[in-house]
């Protein structure tokens, strides 16, 4: 079993849609997350970084954390053409990426 | 402020051959980490460094070494390349080491490409 999973998409929505990008893990005793947002031909941009299970909002971006179910998400309000890229979330207790996300918002 | 530089953006070489990457983290940060990403994947873990000590070491073969040096940049090295080696490396700094969950801020890469 890999120790991050994520499903690579691609996943392609309407502008304005609500976008949810989730990824599951294996170890329990993992507490630190992350979301990057990688466009094509550049490295990962920070996104979300989170510790413990809850909410974490920024602008249109929430990040959430259910650490009963190993699961993490990251939601995307008001999605824009502009968010169209990978979303890869990872562990940073182990520094772990999951596979990516390919996103792709149309107008 | 300037962030994560990495040197040469794109590289060709070929099998057997030698190559060098450069890194230089942002400012005030004392870690760097390297990354292997091949096209459709997440970023594959190589090393971390802090204060020019390696702290961590990801499942590649020996081929792969790393440095730190007194100013906090870093090279990778890479001898005897094979067909496989073609991939973005990326580079990563942090504060500390990241074990206490420390954000890491990536560069855009090196694209390595081997004939």
């Known amino acids: 079993q890999k120790e991050v999973e994520q499903d690579p998409g691609p996943l392609s929505v309407p502008e304005g849609a609500i976008v949810s990008l989730n990824c599951t893990y294996s170890?329990?005793?993992?507490?630190?997350f992350m979301w990057y947002r990688q466009y094509s031909r550049k490295g990962p941009e920070l996104l979300m970084y989170?510790?413990?299970?809850g909410n974490k909002e920024d602008g249109r971006f929430t990040a959430q954390v259910d650490k009963s179910s190993k699961y993490i998400s990251l939601f995307i309000r008001d999605s824009q053409p502009s968010d169209s890229a990978t979303y890869l979330c990872?562990?940073?207790?182990?520094?772990?990426f999951g596979t990516g996300t390919r996103l792709q918002v149309f107008p | 402020d300037a962030g994560v530089t990495q040197s040469p953006t794109h590289l060709i070489k070929t099998r057997g051959q030698q190559v060098t990457l450069r890194c230089s983290p942002i400012?005030?940060?004392?870690?760097v980490s390297w990354y292997q990403q091949v096209l459709g994947q997440g970023p594959q873990f190589i090393f971390q460094y802090y204060e020019k000590e390696e702290r961590g070491r990801g499942n590649f073969p020996d081929r792969f070494s790393a440095r730190q040096f007194p100013n906090y940049s870093s090279e990778l090295n890479v001898n005897a390349l094979l067909l496989g080696d073609s991939a973005l490396y990326l580079c990563?700094?942090?504060?500390?080491?990241?074990?206490?969950?420390?954000?890491?801020?990536f560069g855009d890469g090196t694209r390595l490409s081997i004939l």
């Open positions: 400012s005030g940060h004392k870690s």
């Open positions: 990563a700094s942090s504060l500390g080491t990241g074990g206490g969950g420390q954000p890491q801020h």
């Open positions: 989170t510790y413990s299970s």
């Open positions: 170890n329990s005793a993992f507490q630190y």
């Open positions: 990872a562990i940073t207790d182990k520094l772990i």
